[in-house]
C-alpha cells in the first residue's frame, strides 16, 4: 500500500511546474531544431525542420503564457495561450502529414478546418461559459481532433518507417488520455488548469514525454532522410539521374546470379547517341547535356520497374532486361529508338537526335561472367554504327 502511494505521488506532480517545465523544454527543443536548420542543406527537409521549429516557439510562448494564468490578463494566458498551442500543435500535424509520402491535398484541408473549429469552439464557449473545466475540455478535444488524423495516417502508411510507426503509437497514448481528460473535466466543475489529479497529471507527464519524444524523433526522421538522399545519390549519375556505372554493375551481378540459378534469359541494350561529338560541337555542351538528359528520361520511361538501365559513360547508356529474349529485346530498343527520334528540343527545333542500339540476349552460363553480355552487346553496338547507325542490330 505504501508503495502505491509513492508511485501515485511519482504521478500528481504540480501541474504549474510541469508547464513550466513545458515551456523550457519546448524553448530548448526551438533551438537546437533552428540550429539544425541552419546547417542542414536548402531543400524540402529544411522547409520542414523551419516549421518544425517555428511550432515549438509558438508552442513555448503558448505555456509561459498559460504559467502565467492569474498573473497576467486573462486575454493573454487564456485566449492567446490557448490559440498559440492549439497553432503549435497545427504546425505540427502539418509536419506529420509532409513527412508521409503521398499524403492526400484533402487531409491538409482537414487540418485547416480542426484548426477553424477549435478557436471559434473555444473563443465561444469562454464567452458564453468561462469555465475552466468547459476550457479544459474544449482545448483536449481540440488538440485531439488535430493530431489523431496525422498519427492514425502515420501508423497506417506501409511506407512509414518503424520508428515513424512507434511516434504514432506513442502519440495515439496521448491523445486516447488527453480524450479521456475532456470527458471527465465535462462533469467535474472543480477542474481548472492547475487541478492537481491524477489524470491532470497523468496527461502532463505523458504530454512531457511525448515533446521530447516528437521532437528527437524528428530530427532522427530528418536525419535518416537525408542519409538515404546521400545514399541514392551516390547511385545515380549527376547529370542524367539515372544509375551509374558502379552501382548498375554491382545489381546487375545479383541479376546474373539469380538468372543463372533460375536458367532464365537475359538482354543487354548497349545504346549510343549518334554523331554525338557534333552535337556539342555545333549546338554547345550545355545543349548536349539537355539531350542527355532527355535521352535518359526516354529510356528510364519504356524499361519495365524490373529492369536496370545507366548512362555506361559519355553518350552511351546500358540496360538489363530481366527475363527477356531476344525478340522481346529488339522490340524493346526499337520502342526507345523511335520514342527518341520523335522527340522535340524547344532550343532547337531542328536538330534530330537518333541512337544506335546493340543487342546481345542468352541464358547466363557458370563458364562466362556478365562481363561476356556486355562485350557482346558493345559488339552488336559498333555493327549498328557500322552498318548506318539509327538502328538496332543484335547478336
Not at 43 to 62: H, M, S, Y
Not at 213 to 230: A, K
Not at 352 to 361: A, D, L, N, R
Request: proline share 1%.
Amino acid at each position: 500500500m505504501e508503495i502505491l502511494f509513492k508511485i501515485l505521488g511519482i504521478i500528481n506532480l504540480d501541474i504549474k511546474t510541469m508547464i513550466g517545465i513545458l515551456f523550457w523544454g519546448n524553448l530548448a527543443l526551438a533551438f537546437l531544431i533552428l540550429r539544425y536548420y541552419l546547417y542542414h542543406e536548402a531543400g524540402n527537409e529544411k522547409t520542414l525542420i523551419k516549421w518544425f521549429g517555428i511550432a515549438k516557439i509558438l508552442q513555448a510562448i503558448a505555456w509561459f503564457l498559460l504559467f502565467m494564468r492569474g498573473d497576467i490578463s486573462d486575454i493573454f494566458s487564456v485566449y492567446f495561450g490557448n490559440i498559440l498551442l492549439f497553432v503549435g500543435f497545427y504546425l505540427d500535424s502539418l509536419v506529420i502529414l509532409k513527412i508521409n509520402t503521398k499524403t492526400k491535398r484533402l487531409w491538409f484541408q482537414l487540418q485547416i478546418v480542426w484548426l477553424a473549429l477549435s478557436v471559434i469552439a473555444f473563443v465561444f464557449f469562454e464567452i458564453w461559459l468561462g469555465t475552466g473545466n468547459i476550457r479544459i475540455a474544449i482545448a483536449s478535444l481540440s488538440v485531439f481532433c488535430i493530431f489523431v488524423t496525422p498519427n492514425l495516417l502515420n501508423i497506417t502508411n506501409k511506407l512509414s518507417s518503424r520508428f515513424q510507426k512507434f511516434i504514432g503509437f506513442t502519440s495515439l497514448l496521448f491523445l486516447l488520455l488527453l480524450l479521456m481528460r475532456a470527458l471527465s473535466s465535462l462533469f467535474n466543475e472543480d477542474v481548472s488548469l492547475f487541478t492537481n489529479n491524477v489524470l491532470q497529471s497523468g496527461t502532463f507527464i505523458l504530454l512531457f514525454l511525448l515533446m521530447f519524444v516528437n521532437g528527437m524523433g524528428f530530427l532522427l526522421i530528418m536525419y535518416e532522410r537525408s542519409y538515404e538522399l546521400v545514399k541514392m545519390s551516390s547511385n545515380l549519375d549527376p547529370l542524367t539521374k539515372i544509375y551509374n556505372r558502379r552501382y548498375f554493375m554491382n545489381k546487375a551481378e545479383a541479376y546474373y546470379h539469380r538468372a543463372l540459378g533460375e536458367q532464365k534469359s537475359l538482354s543487354f541494350l548497349f545504346i549510343d547517341i549518334d554523331f554525338f561529338k557534333k552535337v556539342n560541337d555545333t549546338y554547345g555542351h550545355l545543349f548536349g547535356d539537355e539531350v542527355l538528359k532527355m535521352v535518359a528520361k526516354a529510356i528510364s520511361e519504356n524499361i519495365r520497374p524490373l529492369d536496370l538501365c545507366c548512362r555506361f559513360g559519355g553518350e552511351e547508356f546500358l540496360i538489363l532486361a530481366h527475363e527477356t529474349n531476344n525478340d522481346q529485346a529488339v522490340i524493346i530498343s526499337n520502342r526507345i529508338r523511335e520514342v527518341i527520334q520523335k522527340m522535340v528540343f524547344l532550343e532547337n527545333p531542328e536538330f534530330k537526335c537518333t541512337v544506335s542500339v546493340g543487342v546481345y540476349s542468352g541464358l547466363p552460363d557458370s563458364t562466362q561472367n556478365i562481363q561476356h553480355f556486355i562485350d557482346n552487346a558493345d559488339q552488336a553496338l559498333y555493327k549498328a554504327k557500322e552498318s548506318g547507325r539509327n538502328r538496332v542490330v543484335s547478336f
